[in-house]
């Protein structure tokens, strides 16, 4: 068996907050657009990465993800982001750290989702 991505979903009941936290703040770009219909959706592509976002109340409600992001330079990413978009900074883990297990990350969060920037 041999998986090539992992492509998560992510439900918003505001789907623009996830458009600043990935397209303007991680850089990520629109690969497929379906934001100007009914029932909102888009893919976001970066680097091979991929994910789904969806514009579902009901169902943001009850998802709320975390995942992480591997990088080669924390610090560059750090400082691009605290630089330009210090309000994503999640206040339990602002700052690059060295954890317990080795890695040296950082936290995101908005309304719906945590993101932890993490280099090995």
């Known amino acids: 068996m041999n998986f090539t991505k992992l492509v998560p979903n992510v439900f918003y009941a505001d789907i623009n ?13 629109i690969g497929h657009n379906e934001l100007n219909t009914d029932h909102p959706f888009c893919v976001l592509e970066k ?33 691009k982001i605290a630089s330009s978009f210090p309000e994503f900074l999640h206040p339990n883990l602002n ?6 297990w080795g890695a ?14 993490q280099q090995w």
């Open 104 to 117: 040296r990350e950082f936290a995101l969060m908005d309304k719906q989702l945590g993101v932890i920037i």
């Open 95 to 100: 700052k690059v750290t060295l954890r317990p």
């Open 47 to 79: 680097d091979g990465l991929r994910i789904n976002l969806f514009e579902n109340k009901a169902l943001a409600q009850e998802h709320n993800p975390e995942f992480r992001l591997v990088t080669d330079d924390i610090e560059a990413v750090y400082k």
């Open 17 to 29: 907050e996830a458009l600043k936290l990935f397209v303007d703040c991680l850089e990520f770009t």
